[in-house]
């Protein structure tokens, strides 16, 4: 079975500091990962993905996550933090290959001051 | 890139009718779509996974003739709550995947705002 560790339901950062939201997985098989932004009364928007290969993800609007698989990790970080992203994220596991469902953590809220 | 269409995005109903939810893959053939509820403040937590031209596989708990799941084309899927009530009342978001394609990822609906009074 799998399952996702989300540490922190709420972290708070000034704008222009490190974001960085931790994510711990469980899986029996090599996993699929990914992060998710939510902003508020809207769908889930794919920030970035790891399938294979780099474990160093890249995504968009500057996030990055690396994939850890000692740690059984995939934590999300940007180096500067803005104002715009402040929103619910989620981390999710998916096992491989093939298809299967998302599990998904319990989501962090990420808080942004000026 | 793929896009998932879900409508309505929110939705007034009195207790005792029934609401329709439509999630629409735009511009890929969505062999399977999920359908999940969130509640304020919480996860998603996965209702049941519907296979074009099969029926959906339930998660335990969620009710079958309450939640109605119809997944006849490769680019529709509903979700028609029966009976709403109060209690029914939740974010309803829909995600569409190819199978056996995992490498694309789930793309996800905007969600659909469900009040019923």
């Known amino acids: 079975a799998q399952s996702v560790t989300q540490l922190g339901s709420h972290v708070s950062v000034s704008e222009g500091a490190l974001v960085l939201l931790r994510c711990n997985y469980s899986s029996s098989v090599p996993p699929y990962l990914f992060w998710y932004v939510q902003y508020p009364n809207q769908g889930l928007q794919l920030l970035l993905k790891y399938t294979t290969g780099a474990t160093l993800v890249k995504g968009i609007n500057g996030f990055e996550a690396e994939f850890k698989k000692s740690e059984t990790s995939f934590h999300l970080t940007k180096p500067s933090a803005h104002m715009s992203d402040a929103a619910e994220y989620f981390c999710a596991v998916s096992e491989a290959p093939g298809y299967s469902t998302l599990t998904f953590g319990k989501g962090t809220m990420l808080l942004v001051s000026p | 890139g793929a896009v998932v269409s879900q409508h309505p995005s929110w939705v007034i109903c009195k207790s005792g009718t029934s609401v329709k939810i439509e999630c629409r893959s735009l511009d890929f053939q969505a062999t399977t779509m999920f359908w999940y509820r969130q509640f304020p403040k919480q996860s998603l937590m996965l209702m049941a996974t519907s296979n074009e031209g099969s029926k959906a596989t339930y998660e335990q708990g969620v009710e079958k003739d309450k939640f109605l799941i119809n997944h006849a084309s490769l680019t529709l899927s509903t979700l028609t709550v029966t009976s709403a009530h109060p209690e029914d009342s939740s974010f309803y978001i829909c995600?569409?995947?190819?199978?056996?394609?995992?490498?694309?990822?789930?793309?996800f609906g905007s969600g659909t705002r469900l009040t019923v009074v």
């Open positions: 995600s569409a995947t190819r199978q056996g394609q995992l490498v694309y990822g789930y793309t």
